[in-house]
């Protein structure tokens, strides 16, 4: 009963590093999401997939890329860490149709 | 840019009042959807509402779309501590346009 996982569930980085995040979903969804929450801003949508090979910019993608190789992966990268990308990372899947969007945990990113 | 404005964006009250959240938009959507995320989670669907003026029940929530399909309430009846956590609507666009959340309390 897995549904959204996402790995790993912390991280620190410092800035410059890079990194990649890790989304895994096993219900055979089209659609993919790579959101970023922020307090008193809600969700931010990053990058998304609409299939297997395919990805598009969402509202704030810069400083990130994705690569959806498997249709059940969804890999967010950052290259350079920078503060200003210390948040909560949440990675959603969805279904075709009027389907809800299935979130993952989410991944707690610090950049000092 | 289409923004959905959602207020109180925070709220703590006893247990056993009502309460009502609201998310408004200048913007037409086609359907909008109500979650509720809890610390340490990511969001969960509660209810989609789809029809202008359609009014969904789920136990003590109550889910109303408005007529006009810009804006939407969520109502408590007689709320509980489990009632407690983050709030957030979405309407849908192309994609999914999200709220910045209401931060429910309950206390007991």
């Known amino acids: 009963n897995a549904g959204v996982t996402q790995t790993p569930k912390f991280r620190v980085l410092k800035t410059g590093q890079s990194m990649t995040l890790l989304c895994a979903q096993d219900m055979n969804h089209e659609y993919m999401y790579w959101y970023r929450q922020d307090p008193g801003m809600g969700l931010r949508l990053i990058h998304y997939?609409?299939?297997?090979?395919?990805?598009a910019k969402g509202e704030v993608p810069d400083g990130y890329n994705v690569s959806r190789l498997k249709k059940q992966n969804f890999l967010l990268g950052l290259e350079s860490a920078a503060p200003s990308q210390t948040s909560v990372y949440f990675c959603?899947?969805?279904?075709?149709?009027?389907?809800?969007?299935?979130f993952g945990d989410g991944t707690r990113l610090s950049i000092l | 840019t289409q923004l959905l404005e959602q207020s109180p964006q925070f709220l703590s009250i006893q247990e056993g009042e009502n309460l009502t959240v609201y998310c408004n938009s200048s913007s037409v959507f086609s359907s909008l959807q109500w979650y509720r995320q809890e610390p340490g989670e990511g969001p969960v669907l509660l209810v989609t509402v789809v029809t202008g003026g359609e009014v969904k029940k789920l136990k003590r929530l109550t889910f109303q779309f408005g007529d006009a399909r810009k804006d939407s309430s969520l109502h408590i009846t007689a709320a509980q501590p489990g009632d407690t956590g983050l709030y957030l609507c979405?309407?849908?666009?192309?994609?999914?346009?999200w709220g910045a959340g209401t931060k429910l309390i309950i206390k007991p």
């Open positions: 979405a309407g849908e666009d192309y994609q999914l346009i």
């Open positions: 959603a899947s969805m279904g075709q149709g009027n389907q809800p969007q299935h």
């Open positions: 997939s609409v299939g297997e090979g395919t990805t």
